[in-house]
């Protein structure tokens, strides 16, 4: 046990993360985390500890064309691409776990569309957070909750377009842009779903579409670079803890 925690941080510590710090316009510094897919050799894949995110078997990571440096391209035949966490141990994995207790406010990942079947323009990218009830094997005990971007997916060949999405972590109600997916949440309110969720999320999505809404299936060639989350400066995220990083002062 002892040695596959130090595993875990040493990928993250010299291969994962990239740190930079935003100062909203009221000067109190947050930290932001922010995942890069760099890589050392002239490609590499994807797998175990180092993989936070995935679209799918397809992923491959580049060492350069990215936003900027290496990135996680895929190509995937789907009416809804999607970018999800995948299942590792919330303990290890930063962007699983109780939101409130770590203090995120906000999301986000860079996009590229390279080409698209048929089109990919008048389609929001949407964040969805699910709690799955610890039971990964049973659907119909899940709870999902949505924030429908403003942004749009770009057109193919405009180049890398970020989309960061708000959370209200504190909120002790389902926040006005966030709603639940339907057919999720059975016997909950919508403020119970969102506290179920927002204290135990076991998956983040970036979907590319209005969950629920009626598109095609085509093919997607994309990239996605700079899956990043963003914690009150007095946050704690479980693995890495507080006070970790070195922050300016205001």
């Known amino acids: 046990m002892r040695d596959q925690v130090l595993m875990f941080r040493r990928v993250i510590i010299t291969t994962v993360l990239g740190l930079f710090v935003t ?7 947050r930290q932001t985390i922010s995942l890069k897919y760099d890589c050392p050799y002239e490609t590499c894949t994807c797998s175990g500890a180092i993989c936070y995110f995935t679209v799918g078997a397809q992923d491959v990571g580049l060492p350069a064309g990215g936003h900027p440096g290496g990135y996680l391209h895929a190509v995937v035949d789907a009416a809804e691409p999607q970018l999800t966490s995948t299942p590792l141990h919330p303990f290890y994995h930063l962007w699983l776990g109780d939101y409130t207790y770590s203090k995120i406010i906000n999301l986000g990942v860079d996009i590229n569309v390279f080409s ?16 799955n009830g610890h039971t990964p094997d049973e659907p119909l005990d899940d709870c999902e909750i949505v924030q429908v971007g403003a942004k749009h997916v770009q057109r193919p060949g405009r180049g890398w377009k ?22 999720s949440c059975k016997d909950l309110t919508p403020d119970e779903a969102w ?10 999505s970036y979907v590319l579409g209005e969950p629920g809404g009626s598109y095609d299936i085509q093919t ?13 400066r007095d946050g704690i995220l479980p693995f890495v803890g507080h006070g970790t990083f070195e922050l300016d002062e205001p």
Request: with cysteine; net charge negative; hydrophobic share 45%.
């Open 23 to 29: 100062v909203p316009c009221w000067g109190y510094p």
């Open 195 to 204: 506290l179920r969720v927002i204290h135990d999320v076991t998956a983040v």
């Open 116 to 131: 698209v079947g048929v089109a990919a323009e008048n389609r929001p990218v949407s964040l969805v957070l699910r709690n």
């Open 220 to 232: 997607w060639d994309l990239g996605f670079d700079n899956t990043r989350l963003t914690i009150e």
């Open 162 to 183: 970020a989309f960061d999405f708000n959370v209200p972590y504190d909120s002790q109600v389902l926040p006005q842009s966030w709603v639940i997916l339907e057919g």
